[in-house]
């Protein structure tokens, strides 16, 4: 079935310093890719998404980049702050069963250290 | 607007009890969805919802039900609970399934089955 990988699963950054994350996927229909930001006791929030048809989108210090060729995608953050600090996951939509759904990878959490 | 609402907060089992887990939205979506979240699985689909009246099975289906009677509510229901259950709960709602639709995120029910 639909498959998406996440790396790495714990990522710790001194403020101030860029971190990236990467995910992989394994249906090459799909063609929307958002990131959610979990805090803790929360329930996860979109913060930035791309579509197959493009290959870059920033928004402010967060970016995506999608590689569809090797179908992977990538979150950017720069300029680090302690309140970055969070678990990401990445997703991809598959159609399946009759409906789009979206596969979630397992996560990375983010430490940023004043 | 409330957004995506979920009772209860925590909940402790004993194995064999059943229960049920309740979420609302107040957006008018038509998509709802559950997940379970485990550490290193990441957002794992139980059940969703296209529309009043359906449901369908996603990733995890077995033990358990859901309903959607009425638009703004999805329920979760354990028949006979079993200590593989444990897990955080989440209730997402969507405006439907295509485009770039976001999903939005209850704040998650805590259960543990002893």
């Known amino acids: 079935g639909e498959n998406v990988e996440q790396h790495p699963s714990t990522l710790s950054v001194q403020e101030g310093d860029s971190a990236v994350i990467k995910c992989t996927y394994s249906?090459?229909?799909?063609?929307?890719f958002p990131w959610y930001k979990q805090e803790l006791g929360k329930g996860p929030q979109l913060i930035i998404d791309?579509?197959?048809?493009?290959g870059e989108k920033k928004d402010q210090r967060i970016a995506v980049t999608l590689n569809k060729t090797a179908k992977h995608f990538s979150l950017h953050i720069t300029e680090t702050q302690p309140e970055d600090s969070a678990v990401y996951f990445c997703?991809?939509?598959?159609?399946?069963?009759?409906?789009?759904?979206?596969?979630f990878g397992a996560g990375t959490r983010l430490a940023v250290h004043p | 607007n409330a957004g995506v609402t979920q009772t209860p907060k925590f909940r402790v089992l004993k194995t064999g009890q059943s229960m049920t887990l309740l979420c609302a939205q107040d957006?008018?979506?038509?998509?709802m969805y559950w997940y379970r979240q485990d550490p290193g699985m990441g957002l794992r689909l139980i059940h969703y919802?296209?529309?009043?009246?359906?449901?369908a099975k996603g990733e995890v289906p077995d033990g358990y039900n859901v309903s959607r009677l009425k638009k703004q509510n999805f329920l979760l229901g354990l028949e006979s609970a079993a200590p593989s259950q444990t897990s955080v709960y989440f209730c997402?709602?969507?405006?439907?399934?295509?485009?770039?639709?976001?999903?939005?995120f209850g704040p998650g029910t805590r259960l543990t089955v002893l």
């Open positions: 997402a709602s969507s405006y439907s399934g295509g485009g770039n639709n976001e999903q939005f």
């Open positions: 249906d090459s229909a799909s063609n929307y």
């Open positions: 791309i579509r197959s048809n493009v």
């Open positions: 997703a991809a939509r598959a159609f399946s069963g009759g409906y789009n759904k979206l596969i």
């Open positions: 957006m008018n979506h038509e998509y």
């Open positions: 919802s296209v529309g009043e009246g359906t449901t």
